[in-house]
């Protein structure tokens, strides 16, 4: 059985192939879809779970930075 990311993985990175070819920015293509994920958690999840969801993503924005529970 494939797993959630075997399936949105191709359609992501065929969608980002077809903007550039189109001459669309991939900041274009990143904001629609973070609407899009927006619409689809509102349909199942309350605001503050969002909130939170987000804000965690935020807090490990920097690709160097050692999570908190990673032991050096």
Excluded: G, N, Y
Excluded at 16 to 34: P, V, W
Aim: net charge negative; glycine share 0%; proline share 6%.
């Amino acid at each position: 059985m494939a797993t959630a990311r075997e399936i949105i993985t191709p359609h992501i990175d065929a969608a980002l192939a077809e903007a550039a070819e189109q001459k669309i920015s991939t900041d274009a293509m990143a904001r629609i879809m973070f609407e899009k994920v927006l619409r689809i958690w509102r349909e199942t999840r309350d605001p503050d779970d969002i909130m939170t969801e987000l804000r965690e993503a935020a807090d490990h924005l920097d690709p160097d930075e050692d999570f908190m529970f990673m032991r050096p």
